[in-house]
């Protein structure tokens, strides 16, 4: 977790960086910091990513499992990392994108329709929150 | 059983080929097929290929998606093999899928004196409660059938915003009652699923927001060919792909508790040779000709009794 100075910190320097990759780690990001001799670097995402905000994988698995099994069509008994919606867990297309605005209700995400079709299974759920860095 | 099933296959050798602007839907609903038809299902699976066998018993902790999928295989493979005159069985198809995964037949047997395999275009829906397989020659079609009773976990106005297009979630939002506003829902969804798969391409080529359905009250027409003759018309705004194909839509209710859509491809009547066609009194061919069984595979046929029009599209051209 971040200290609070470091916090501040850092997000005011956020304010004056326009386009910048920072590792995922803090240690990396102010590695980058230009008083210790990092570039800025322009890449290709117009998103400023703030880092530590990638959440704990273990909390994604469980959390993801818990809005799965919390859905009335879903028999608890057959949730599981690896379930898919459709074989596994007899979900059909509509859903599937009921489950996703769910997801996004609990990690206060919004999902593209063009990334949600592509979430077809738990494994696929987590991967996607997991290494999304505003999934809260 | 196999004196029964022996007499109706002999009677049933030759099935005609849906004509232009004909649709032959074929309506398999699994509470015909009771318990004690366990021999019944054996016969159904000897008819597999060995692949479709493998996914089903791949999902050996699913009774209930297991019967779904013999269902399914059993229906689309029966169904082609009626418009065969009797050269093909029901276990020598093949089945390939396009790049975008809408499946097309192989037949085993390319000549036979006069007789060739006749250029049928396919599509299978089903829900737990009702498998259905449209059949069209030389015209591409889609199906989708919902159950009307359907439930839904989230506000289905979020889910409206989201999945249909502005315009079509704006005109859902005017349903104050929310059945009717849900049975609104699912007719909408299932012409817009109807035309994605008569498409073939898959959603990312139509995606769902772009293209929408209206429904017009205020002039209603006559259809041919189903109980009810007096249906609502739509209309489709801006056919998403970019070909000059025409197509024509009919949603109506298979059964009371089912909504399901039709989509099919409007030809061109120079597609069909002059020989083929059955034409006796039939002019220019706006109106969708629909035909509606009830079938038991290898079993029983019977015409679909209570089928109920809905709406009805004029032949549209992009």
């Known amino acids: 977790m971040m200290r609070q100075g470091v916090r501040a910190l850092h997000s005011c320097l956020l304010q004056r960086l326009q386009v910048v990759r920072v590792q995922s780690d803090l240690d990396g990001a102010l590695a980058m910091m230009p008083w210790r001799g990092g570039r800025r670097r322009r890449m290709f995402s117009a998103e400023v990513y703030a880092p530590g905000t990638y959440l704990d994988r273990r909390d994604v698995v469980e959390r993801v499992l818990n809005v799965v099994k919390a859905n009335p069509k879903v028999d608890p008994a057959k949730v599981s990392e690896s379930a898919n919606f459709g074989k596994d867990l007899e979900l059909d297309f509509l859903d599937t994108v009921e489950l996703v605005m769910a997801f996004e209700e609990e990690f206060a995400l919004e999902i593209p329709n063009a990334e949600a079709d592509k979430l077809s299974s738990c494994a696929a759920a987590i991967d996607y929150i997991a290494s999304h860095p505003r999934a809260k | ?318």
């Open chain 2, 1 to 318: 059983m196999r004196r029964r099933l022996a007499m109706w296959t002999a009677s049933h050798l030759m099935r005609p080929l849906p004509g232009p602007g004909e649709v032959h839907v074929w309506c398999l609903f699994p509470e015909d097929i009771t318990g004690e038809d366990t021999a019944l299902c054996k016969i159904y699976k000897e008819l597999l290929s060995p692949s479709e066998k493998t996914d089903i018993a791949q999902c050996s902790s699913n009774p209930k998606m297991q019967t779904q999928k013999l269902l399914a295989r059993t229906l689309v493979r029966t169904t082609l093999a009626r418009y065969a005159s009797g050269i093909v069985a029901p276990s020598s198809l093949r089945f390939t899928k396009n790049e975008f995964g809408k499946p097309n037949v192989i037949w085993p047997v390319k000549r036979l004196d006069d007789w060739r395999p006749p250029s049928l275009c396919f599509n299978l829906t089903h829900t737990q409660s009702l498998l259905m397989c449209a059949v069209t020659q030389k015209a591409e079609v889609g199906i989708d059938v919902e159950e009307r009773e359907r439930k839904f976990t989230r506000d289905l106005m979020a889910l409206a915003r989201r999945q249909l297009s502005p315009e079509e979630a704006d005109w859902l939002s005017q349903f104050t009652d929310p059945n009717e506003q849900r049975c609104q829902f699912m007719q909408l969804w299932t012409l817009k699923e109807a035309y994605v798969k008569a498409l073939g391409k898959g959603i990312s080529k139509a995606p769902l927001k772009e293209f929408t359905f209206t429904f017009d009250a205020s002039s209603p027409t006559v259809l041919r060919n189903l109980k009810q003759a007096v249906t609502i018309p739509i209309s489709l705004s801006r056919a998403v792909d970019n070909s000059d194909d025409a197509w024509q839509f009919l949603l109506l209710q298979p059964s009371a508790s089912h909504y399901a859509s039709i989509c099919t491809q409007i030809l061109p009547s120079s597609t069909f040779e002059q020989g083929s066609l059955q034409l006796e009194g039939w002019s220019n061919h706006n109106n969708l000709q629909v035909q509606l069984w009830r079938t038991v595979p290898l079993v029983r046929d019977e015409e679909l009794e209570g089928a109920v029009a809905l709406a009805l599209s004029d032949p549209l051209s992009s």
